[in-house]
């Protein structure tokens, strides 16, 4: 199975620049795709396909990469993007999920 | 608009079946694959299981032993059976339409939890 390795938790104030890595154990083109989940909700798509924004999510939110090494941003924070933030492979069967980026406030 | 709702019991024996459905809206199952990915507490999403919109399915291979998923068309239902269950199965199952190659529309989710 393919497995995706995310940062661990990150502490970010509001107004700040912050960047999550996912790094894939083999090569997921570009069929990478990152997910934002609040407590007590479903997951909610970000960014698909690597670097492409979702309908009707910020500008603030952004994604890059390609292969294995794969990178997603929120510049600037907001209050409300702390929440878990989870990268998912579809190139490879079985689907696979990073364990998760936890982003806390300072 | 693009609606999923899972249904089905929270509360399962050691050793019995799950049964849950997903019931979807606004889109066709033929035009569409559903899948299924569970969240135990606490803890990161997994994949379950898929089935396209020909009618084939994928199983995540951990626990295709255990696992079938079936629809009917005419309802706009998605279908997970899971035998043998075990504690380690208690999580939020969500289902989730896939398009092209990535879920965009996602339910709420319910929660089953294994035990006696």
């Known amino acids: 199975d393919t497995v995706l390795t995310q940062s661990p938790a990150l502490a970010v104030s509001p107004g700040e620049r912050v960047t999550i890595s996912c790094r894939a154990s083999?090569?997921?083109?570009?069929?990478m795709h990152w997910y934002q989940q609040k407590p007590g909700q479903q997951p909610k798509l970000l960014i698909y396909?690597?670097?492409n924004l979702a309908s009707g999510v910020p500008a603030r939110f952004s994604g890059s990469g390609s292969g294995t090494d794969f990178t997603f941003t929120i510049d600037p924070v907001e209050a409300d993007d702390i929440a878990t933030y989870y990268c998912?492979?579809?190139?490879?069967?079985?689907?696979?999920f990073g364990a998760g980026t936890k982003l806390e406030l300072k | 608009q693009v609606q999923l709702k899972e249904s089905g019991p929270g509360l399962v024996q050691p050793s019995q079946t799950l049964s849950l459905t997903c019931t979807v809206s606004?889109?066709?199952?033929?035009?569409?694959?559903v899948h299924w990915v569970r969240q135990p507490p606490g803890k990161g999403l997994e994949w379950v299981g898929a089935?396209?919109?020909?009618?084939?399915?994928d199983y995540n291979s951990a626990l295709k032993s255990r696992l079938s998923i079936s629809r009917d068309t005419s309802k706009s239902q998605v279908f997970l059976k899971m035998n043998s269950l075990q504690t380690e199965d208690t999580a939020i199952y969500f289902c989730?339409?896939?398009?092209?190659?990535?879920?965009?529309?996602w339910g709420q989710g319910v929660m089953v939890t294994v035990s006696s």
């Open positions: 396909k690597a670097s």
């Open positions: 989730t339409r896939m398009r092209l190659y990535y879920f965009d529309y």
């Open positions: 998912h492979q579809s190139w490879n069967s079985p689907y696979t």
């Open positions: 606004g889109f066709s199952l033929t035009s569409n694959s």
């Open positions: 089935i396209w919109s020909g009618g084939s399915t």
């Open positions: 083999e090569s997921v083109s570009t069929l």
